[in-house]
């Protein structure tokens, strides 16, 4: 398998779930700021022109939660994803709460402070997003009251793809009313194959 990345992209996700299984893989970094995911190689792969990207022999796959839903089921002995229906569905039920609910927000957020030119950014947009990320905030933060995992008593793709979401909420300011959802996911960063937060990885690539 090969895994396209770079640096604190969703690619950590994806990272984070392949250094779990412990199954080999090559890494390839395509340099979104050098532009290279705009590349006519890449765009062969991507044509979105968006990381991360998972090549597994004739498969080409993209977009993040269904790479990590499809190593999950290809290695169903690492108990990554529930093997019972409801909780299989919990499971899928968070994983897309995460890149709906939490993810778009934070997209918005980051658009309209770093990624648009300076006349097309929208201060009133943050502050909308601000909002709408701290209301679905609180859906999580309620269903992780006594849980150490976001379904059942055993780790899975939904907290790395959910702990990856929240490190990036973190780093923008909007976990401080939140700090069991601190918790959470800066235990799952403590986990030995976790990979690098945001914060190191984009110092790495500064570096």
């Known amino acids: 398998m090969k895994l396209y990345e770079f640096g604190p992209t969703r690619s950590i996700r994806v990272r984070w779930t392949l250094q779990e299984l412990g199954v080999p893989f ?33 498969l080409v796959l ?8 499809y190593l999950a089921d290809k290695y169903p002995e690492k108990h990554l994803l529930p093997a019972e229906p ?15 609910e939490l993810e778009q927000p934070l997209w918005r957020i980051a658009k309209h402070t ?25 859906v999580l933060d309620a269903h992780m009251d006594g849980r150490d995992y976001v379904v059942g008593d055993k780790v ?21 009313e939140f700090p069991r959802l601190r918790r959470y996911f800066e235990r799952m ?17 500064r570096a």
Not at 26 to 50: I, M, R, T, Y
Not at 62 to 69: F, G, L, P
Not at 114 to 138: C, G, H, N, Q, S
Request: with cysteine; aromatic share 8%.
């Open 86 to 100: 409801g909780q299989r569905a919990q499971a899928c039920k968070w994983l897309l709460f995460a890149a709906t």
């Open 114 to 138: 770093v990624i648009y030119p300076e006349d097309k950014r929208l201060p009133a947009d943050i502050d909308l997003a601000r909002e709408e990320f701290t209301a679905m905030a609180r």
């Open 189 to 205: 960063y403590q986990r030995p194959q976790a990979p690098m937060r945001i914060a190191a990885a984009f110092a790495s690539i």
């Open 156 to 176: 899975g793709v939904a907290d790395f793809v959910l702990a990856y979401t929240l490190d990036w909420a973190n780093e923008v300011g909007l976990l401080e």
């Open 26 to 58: 090559d890494a390839e970094v395509v340099n979104l700021v050098a532009g290279e995911a705009q590349s006519p190689a890449f765009l062969k792969l991507n044509p979105a022109g968006k990381l991360p990207v998972l090549v597994d022999g004739e």
């Open 62 to 69: 993209t977009e993040s939660v269904a790479i990590v839903v």
